[in-house]
């Protein structure tokens, strides 16, 4: 195996497992490891084909890493600006939904999503479950919901091979089973049979009993109490049957346990994401991944009756981002509208196809609205669940928010999916005061904005409506992956400000948003140029509204800039540029129990506590002098903290006493070269004193209806907590409102229930904010529950292949010959299978082999609707995967490979395999009925 395991490590270091903290050998396989290594790997075989569907060629890269990968995948170079960081962000929420289960779902917790305690089939049921949500989720554009359901079922998927005895067993493939619910767990360990030898030593060998080897009966570990006569699972004190770590006693055949189960475990992880693939196509899986050229454009817009004008120039800003990116590594690679009204606001619709984005725009009608105010947060709402994480989102309104009620919810969701906000305001005041304001736009109706928008890291930026497409320019600058931020600030002062350049940052923007402001820019070799030349030695300045637009000059940027601004009133400065050059960052906690481990912290870090950060950094490889502070928005250093490479490119960072005040991440730090650099995170964090814990999913069926327990920890904090809640689908019937805490604990439990109306459709999801407030100090914190909906009755069943004839003359020389195989695929009583019903894929063939497909509707020997595919292809065609899915996405694969003789005496060869899990045996059926159609229809 040539995977850079140890890159992969680096990649998540401090969410390893079979355990889920770096393992104290530092030689131990982890689940961050094998789940990247499966997605990495599966992803390079969609981009593969992808490219041999376009004619186009693709190399795998080697390493394979999240860079490369892209890279190679989109056709780009290095020099393309392309950023791995969104991508990286991805595999990331997978992975930690993946290892959070440890933190969840403790060992000893919850039995089954770790399969132990023998409890085989309930460890099945939330595979299939889990699985269930994931297709239902992609079959409705939900790929968050899609990835959060996919990292959880690895985890469990993959605990099996480590916590049951089926390597020792003597299994080398994946369990089939586990991945088809259809079929019977067979030959399971009962509460009645001894499984294992009473062991109380660290070292236990042989512990299994031989005749439950020799009878092939499965079972698995004990966390605590372990019976009399079971397996116990094994710790530190007490030798058991896990497989967690290395360095277990080798089989007689000289294989080492915990790689054994490492290796099987990947390859199931790599199966389950393999039947994903083809249910749902390439181009599904990729986005699922998020591998994409560029970033989300989704636009929030107010469609009453004074908003004509706007929505003009919106039109004529999406035709420009289409036509001047399509097909340039800009292009987006999503389009997201919300229309909001008074009081109506449009369900979030979304496409990948720009025809039909510029459709969905000129289709917008205009009218309504009765008095001023909107509802501008509900749309933004709407839009922040729908984007995927880290997107930026365009509001154009000319209208104060009615619904201000939801400022917290909104901020509590913009921080959580670290979500940029920018603001178009076409109601600015025609006249602008002269006394000092606290506020960088005009309307106090529009101070919200402000304020969402510095939180978030964009922009409120106030204009007429004639001039609204001047502003619209720094909507066409963000349509990148590779945007990162160098600077951002909010000041009410004069002041000079400084920022570094290095050599992989392009195209660097300043945008200062305030009133009456001039300033001086000067370069690292000390040439200035004043705000008064709109094209000079250093840059190109332009302004409209409250906004000024500098654009430095292409050429030497490197080293290090300032910039003198020189105003009485308050203002934003923010500093961006293009660079593959990039870092995420997490606050983790530390957990403990037989996999400890660190979890991240889906919602406010906790405030004057010590706190811990993990950081990856993406686009480089080697850095030096790495380090992390927290800054205010005005740029007054708050904390400095001490940070530890783990290796690669990953990071831990802890802070002492994390301050109450709004904060930023600057990072800086040097290239192997010396060239430092500097980046900023977008998104403002807000630390506080309370907490608000509620379990991140559940998983319900329609007229479905349960009491979700949530908590407020507020230590230090007296009285009453409000509790506000919010969610997309009108799920939530009723809640506690509020909640008194208990002055010895500090903290109080509350519950809200979940009701699923009849006739829901399956894969609607819905995200529920809680909000928690106290009454007695300005302290809040939120959390996010996401209940997502699948059939009560869901066919599980995959398509079944069957060979009907065979024409396998194929010489040792290729050269003209061709071979052909006939199949029937029929889902026989089950939904039926997709359009289109068959899917044949040639892996590793060159481009100008010809092959044919002819299929026919016919019906099978009970009736059933089934599909007659007869496949022919040249011989040098050496391998083909034939494919079919039916409505519920269950895959039924056929797989052929080719053998040619290595003399023309010997008989060609071709050999039907199964596919991974869910795998069919593939059987010959020789009906003479059937034969006899199949001749006829031929």
């Not at 990729?286 to 908003?307: A, E, K, N, P, Y």
């Not at 819905?766 to 407030?773: G, P, R």
């Amino acid at each position: 195996m040539e995977y850079p395991l140890l890159f992969l490590s680096a990649l998540i270091g401090w969410s390893l497992a079979f355990m889920p903290s770096l393992p104290p050998d530092g030689e131990s396989l982890t689940h961050s490891v094998m789940t990247m290594e499966a997605l990495l790997e599966v992803a390079s075989t969609a981009c593969r084909e992808e490219a041999q569907a376009n004619g186009q060629t693709y190399t795998r890269p080697d390493p394979l890493t999240p860079q490369n990968l892209l890279l190679a995948c989109l056709g780009a170079s290095e020099e393309a600006g392309i950023s791995s960081s969104k991508f990286t962000e991805v595999l990331d929420e997978i992975i930690s939904q993946n290892t959070n289960i440890d933190d969840l779902n403790g060992l000893g917790g919850s039995p089954a999503h770790h399969f132990n305690d023998e409890v085989l089939e309930q460890g099945r049921d939330i595979i299939t479950e889990g699985v269930s949500v994931i297709k239902a989720s992609l079959g409705q554009d939900d790929f968050e919901t899609a990835r959060r359901a996919l990292g959880a079922v690895t985890h469990t998927l993959q605990d099996f091979y480590s916590h049951s005895n089926w390597i020792e067993l003597g299994n080398k493939d994946p369990y089939e089973k586990l991945l088809r619910p259809d079929l019977q767990l067979d030959n399971l360990a009962d509460a009645t049979t001894p499984t294992c030898n009473d062991c109380q030593e660290r070292e236990c060998p042989n512990v299994i009993l031989p005749e439950i080897l020799s009878r092939k009966t499965l079972t698995s570990g004990y966390v605590s109490p372990t019976p009399q006569g079971k397996c116990n699972h094994g710790d530190d004190t007490r030798g058991g049957i896990n497989k967690d770590m290395s360095g277990g006693k080798v089989g007689p055949d000289g294989t080492d346990p915990h790689l054994a189960a490492y290796f099987t475990a990947t390859q199931a992880t790599k199966d389950l994401l393999q039947d994903i693939r083809t249910a749902f196509g390439n181009a599904n899986f990729l986005r699922l991944l998020g591998i994409t050229r560029s970033s989300v454009v989704c636009f929030v817009i107010d469609t009453t009756g004074s908003m004509r004008d706007d929505i003009a120039q919106v039109r004529k800003l999406t035709a420009d981002i289409i036509n001047n990116n399509v097909g340039t590594p800009d292009e987006p690679s999503l389009y997201i509208l919300v229309e909001f009204n008074d009081p109506d606001v449009k369900a979030p619709v979304s496409t990948t196809d720009p025809e039909k984005m510029l459709q969905m725009v000129n289709s917008i009608i205009v009218g309504g609205g009765g008095d001023i105010p909107e509802y501008s947060l509900t749309g933004i709402k709407f839009a922040l669940t729908a984007a995927p994480p880290s997107s930026k989102i365009f509001v154009f309104t000319d209208a104060p928010a009615k619904d201000f009620e939801l400022n917290g919810t909104v901020t509590s969701l913009a921080q959580s999916k670290q979500t940029q906000i920018s603001f178009l305001l076409t109601n600015a005041l025609n006249g602008v005061r002269r006394r000092r304001r606290r506020s960088a736009v005009t309307n106090p109706s529009n101070s919200l904005y402000q304020q969402l928008a510095q939180s978030s890291g964009g922009t409120a930026i106030e204009v007429t409506k004639g001039t609204i497409s001047q502003a619209t320019k720094i909507i066409e600058d963000s349509v990148t992956s590779s945007q990162v931020t160098l600077l951002q600030i909010d000041s009410n002062q004069p002041d000079m400000f400084n920022f570094i350049v290095d050599p992989r940052v392009q195209r660097v923007i300043l945008y200062i948003t305030g009133l009456s402001i001039s300033f001086t820019l000067q370069n690292p070799s000390g040439v200035s140029q004043e705000s008064t030349v709109e094209s000079g030695p250093l840059a190109s300045v332009s302004a409209v509204g409250n906004l000024i637009r500098v654009s430095l000059n292409e050429g030497n940027l490197t080293g290090r800039w300032f910039i003198t601004i020189r105003s009485s009133q308050a203002y934003s400065l923010q500093v961006t540029g293009r660079s593959s050059l990039d870092f995420m960052s997490q606050f983790v906690e530390e957990f403990g129990g037989p996999h400890p481990g660190f979890a991240m912290i889906p919602a406010r870090p906790p405030a004057g506590q010590n706190a811990i950060l993990r950081l990856i950094v993406t686009g480089v490889d080697t850095l030096f002098e790495v380090k992390l502070s927290l800054v205010s928005a005005n740029g007054e250093l708050l904390r400095n903290a001490s940070v530890s490479r783990l290796s690669g490119s990953t990071y831990l960072a802890r802070v002492s006493r994390l301050p109450d005040v709004p904060f930023i991440l600057l990072l800086t730090g040097q290239e192997s070269d010396g060239q430092p650099f500097q980046r900023q995170s977008t998104t403002q964090i807000q630390a506080s004193q309370l907490t608000l814990q509620v379990q991140n999913s559940v998983v319900m069926v329609p007229g479905q209806s349960i009491i979700v327990p949530f908590t407020v920890d507020a230590r230090g904090i007296e009285g009453v907590t409000v509790i506000r809640v919010q969610d997309d689908q009108g799920f939530v019937r009723e809640f506690d409102a509020s909640l008194t805490l208990n002055d010895v604990t500090g903290n109080a439990t509350g519950q809200l229930s979940l009701s699923i109306p009849t006739g829901t459709p399956p894969g609607t999801s819905s995200v529920v904010t809680l909000e928690a407030e106290s009454t007695t100090a300005r302290q809040s914190n939120f959390a996010l529950l996401r209940a997502s909906v699948i059939r009560e009755v869901i066919d599980l069943t995959p398509p079944v292949c069957r060979v009907v004839n065979e024409s396998l003359d194929c010489p040792a020389l290729c050269g003209n010959a061709t071979w052909q195989v006939t199949l029937l695929m029929t889902d026989g009583n089950g939904t039926g299978l997709q359009d289109p019903r068959i899917s044949v894929t040639i892996p590793d063939t060159p481009l100008n082999e010809t092959s044919t497909s002819i299929i026919t509707d016919i019906k099978d020997e009970n009736g059933f609707n089934a599909t007659l595919l007869t496949f022919s292809a040249s011989c040098c065609v050496t391998a083909v995967e034939i494919s079919a899915v039916d409505k519920e996405a269950n895959v039924g694969r056929c797989d052929f490979s080719i053998r040619r003789p290595s003399t023309s005496t010997e008989p060609p060869q071709i050999t039907s395999t199964p596919s991974h899990s869910p795998r069919l045996t593939v059987s010959l059926w020789t009906s003479l009925l059937l034969l006899a159609l199949t001749a006829l229809l031929l």
